[in-house]
Nanobody, 124 residues
């Protein structure tokens, strides 16, 4: 399955953005789809994940209550709705797929399939 992220852009603090991750080339059979973000010089940081079967969601504390991860009914797109954006949310955002278990949902190393990233810039 190929992943294609889109929806990034330049916004002001307090604004909203919705990122999308399109799945193509087959049916996803893994356990989790996740969003991570990365800024220069830092490691890739967990943002949110959704359990593919069941739809349970998981969030980093820094985005809980502001971001929402969801998937389309056709299960071919995963979204990240980002509200009340802050300058510290500025990063390149990546979607990724994992076959791993629940205890690894926040670990980038558990995700073996990555999209190309979409840049989000939040100005103050």
């Amino acid at each position: 399955v190929q992943l294609q992220a889109s929806g990034g852009g330049l916004v002001q603090a307090g604004d909203s953005l919705r990122l999308a991750c399109a799945l193509s080339g087959g049916t996803f059979s893994g356990n989790f789809m996740g969003w991570f973000r990365q800024t220069p010089g830092k490691e890739r940081e967990f943002v949110a994940a959704i359990r593919w079967y069941g739809g349970y969601t998981y969030y980093a504390d820094s985005v809980k209550g502001r971001f929402t991860i969801s998937r389309s009914n056709a299960k071919d797109t995963v979204y990240l709705q980002m509200n009340s954006l802050k300058p510290e949310d500025t990063a390149i955002y990546y979607c990724a797929a994992s076959q791993g278990i629940l205890s690894t949902v926040r670990l980038a190393t558990a995700y073996k399939n990555w999209g190309q990233g979409t840049e989000v810039t939040v100005s103050s």
